[in-house]
Antibody, heavy 121, light 111 residues
Framework: QITLKESGPTLVKPTQTLTLTCSFSGFSLSTSGVGVGWIRQPPGKALEWLALIYWDDDKRYSPFLKSRLTVTWDTSKNQVVLTMTNMSPVDTATYYC?????????????WGLGTLVTVSS | QSVLTQPPSVSAAPGQRVTISCSGSSSNIENNYVSWYQRLPGTAPKLLIYDNNKRPSGIPDRFSGSKSGTSATLGITGLQTGDEADYFCGTWDSSLSAYVVFGGGTKLTVL
């Protein structure tokens, strides 16, 4: 059974750095063609893709947020970590992690429930 | 404003058929596979359709996908009250800044 779960702070202050962890089970990120992505959805707005990390440690970022994002993979813990710097209120959103289907470019076949992050002083 | 355009809401009665459109451009839908997701209230999004029209294991054939040019469509037949959810499309945008794009989402109400 494949599961993913996001964890991290629910409240961050403006200018702070957000660190979110995606803990997954039921699959190996070492498997060729697999990846883990981060997607967010601000209240009342559309989904926005943030980042992807692939089985070979290749990484892709949203061109609009690239300068603020870093995604890493802790192989010993089956965790993917997303950091986003210089947070502002517009970054308030539910943040999801999801598995990229093996061999796919943009199909996410398993998602976490998401975690709501509020940016406020 | 999303790269992919979906109607904010659609509605239909139980047992009927409904379609949800997803409009894009030559840099995304026209030249890449489209996927569709369902998010029931309080649950994680679920992949319904991938590669334009394929269903993952366990997804009933009441759900179908199609694509023509720069638009894609999700069809749902035999509507059930349990289908009431948010639906959104996604694909790859292969413009100079290649990235994953999603539609704004469509709220399906089963009357």
């Amino acid at each position: 059974q494949i599961t993913l779960k996001e964890s991290g702070p629910t409240l961050v202050k403006p200018t702070q750095t957000l660190t979110l962890t995606c803990s997954f089970s039921g699959f190996s990120l070492s498997t060729s063609g697999v990846g883990v992505g981060w997607i967010r959805q601000p209240p009342g707005k559309a989904l926005e893709w943030l980042a992807l990390i692939y089985w070979d440690d290749d990484k892709r970022y949203s061109p609009f947020l690239k300068s603020r994002l870093t995604v890493t993979w802790d192989t010993s813990k089956n965790q993917v970590v997303l950091t986003m710097t210089n947070m502002s209120p517009v970054d308030t959103a539910t943040y999801y992690c999801a598995r990229l289907s093996q061999g796919s470019v943009a199909d996410f076949d398993y998602w976490g429930l998401g975690t709501l992050v509020t940016v406020s002083s | 404003q999303s790269v992919l355009t979906q109607p904010p809401s659609v509605s239909a009665a139980p047992g009927q058929r409904v379609t949800i459109s997803c409009s894009g451009s030559s840099s995304n839908i026209e030249n890449n596979y489209v996927s569709w997701y369902q998010r029931l209230p309080g649950t994680a999004p679920k992949l319904l359709i991938y590669d334009n029209n394929k269903r993952p294991s366990g997804i009933p054939d009441r759900f179908s996908g199609s694509k023509s040019g720069t638009s894609a469509t999700l069809g749902i037949t035999g509507l059930q009250t349990g289908d009431e959810a948010d639906y959104f499309c996604g694909t790859w945008d292969s413009s100079l800044s290649a990235y994953v794009v999603f539609g704004g989402g469509t709220k399906l109400t089963v009357l």
